[in-house]
């Protein structure tokens, strides 16, 4: 199985930008879907971004496209996530998942395998 592991989080200014890292261990990244959720405080988890395996197919929730990236670095076993002109709004957990078998999923139960987050703070 796959281990996953976040990083890149920090306290940014309104209209500034992050690059979130998932690193994963154990398994190629590239064989599974790769998903990017947060949480914030008193809300359910949601789905960011996610990547398709094998062909990379990508796909976004409709409050991040134009500002967020998802994209995957094969030699290095990561999934990034390019953040953009972040918004207070954008302030939670952010976490990276893994899903191993059909097709990318919006759901966050889809997922088999979590890391343990990462923190986004936007201040405005």
């Known amino acids: 199985q796959v281990q996953l592991a976040e990083s890149g989080g920090g306290l940014v200014q309104a209209g500034g930008s992050l690059r979130l890292s998932c690193a994963a261990s154990?398994?190629?990244?590239?064989?599974?879907?790769v998903g990017w959720f947060c949480q914030a405080p008193g809300k359910d988890r949601e789905f960011v971004a996610a990547?398709?395996?094998?062909?990379?197919?990508?796909y976004y929730a409709d409050s991040v496209k134009g500002r967020f990236t998802i994209s995957r670095d094969n030699a290095k076993n990561t999934v990034y996530l390019q953040m953009s002109s972040l918004k207070p709004e954008d302030t939670a957990i952010y976490y990276c998942?893994?899903?191993?078998?059909?097709?990318?999923?919006?759901?966050?139960?889809?997922?088999?395998?979590w890391g343990p987050g990462t923190q986004v703070t936007v201040s405005s």
């Open positions: 998942a893994a899903k191993t078998y059909g097709v990318t999923s919006y759901r966050p139960g889809a997922y088999d395998y």
């Open positions: 154990g398994r190629t990244v590239s064989s599974y879907h």
């Open positions: 990547i398709s395996r094998g062909d990379g197919s990508t």
